[in-house]
């Protein structure tokens, strides 16, 4: 009896979460369908909000920008965070390990901070705020997380693959890039998609760094919100929503199928 009470209790507490959670999402996308032009009351359904916003110039602009944003400091913190990991996995020095605290700080410093700091250095070098400070200030928090999800691939791999292609003449670069990469690929990819999502998703960081004439969608979007929660801007947060899970979910599909390979 005290058993399956536990279990009843169990069962309804994480019920309850999820619905805490994801309770606000389902009325999101339930208002992104409502045909009245603001969320106040439901007058019927319809599809028009979501053709309405692809059709919308700012939007697509501010998408455009996002994605230029997204794909270059990911793509950026790909090879710069793939390498720290590397490093800081084979190789001991003096001070590895407050040199690995201040790689990995990004990941529990407040989005806040990380924006103020980077908007102070920006002005104390005297460099232009523009679409290229964006970029490198997402590149800080993007390399953390590409580190550390290769990292954790990293301490599972045989150490002794490498000193056999060492040993049958391969050069240490050979080595890294046709026995030590391919292994690393599937973390190598998954944390992409994660910097790619997050970077996607920044509104703080990007807000203060963005120079005249750069709108990313979160701000675009934080922008429109402000006086009155419109269904256009409902259903454009469906769609990034959707993307976004899909890109997680194939993150951790790829992170998957790689722990399998490994096993078998």
Known sequence: MQSQFRNRI???????MFGFMYLPL??????SFNQAPNSAQWTG??????IKFFQDSRILSALRDSLLVAS????IAAVIGTLLAIGLAKY?????KLFQGAAYLPLIIPDIAIAVATLVFLAV?????????????????????????????LVNLDPHLEEAALDLGATPMQSLMMVLLPQLMPAIVSGCLLAFVLSMDDFL??????????TTLPMEIFSRIRTSVRP???ALSVVLLVISGGLALLAEGIRYQGEKKRFT
Do not use: E
Not at 10 to 16: E, I, Y
Not at 45 to 50: I, K, N
């Open 26 to 31: 389902s009325v999101l996308a339930f208002y």
């Open 72 to 75: 270059l400091a990911t793509a």
């Open 125 to 153: 070098i005297a460099v232009p705020l523009s679409l290229w400070t964006i970029v490198a200030a997402h590149v800080v928090f993007c390399l953390a997380y590409i580190a550390l999800v290769v990292s954790t691939r």
């Open 10 to 16: 169990s069962a309804g507490f994480t019920l309850l």
């Open 205 to 214: 960081i990007a807000s203060f760094t963005a120079g005249g004439g750069i």
């Open 45 to 50: 359904f319809t599809l028009s909000w979501y």
């Open 232 to 234: 256009d801007m409902n």
């Open 92 to 96: 001991q020095f003096f001070g590895k």
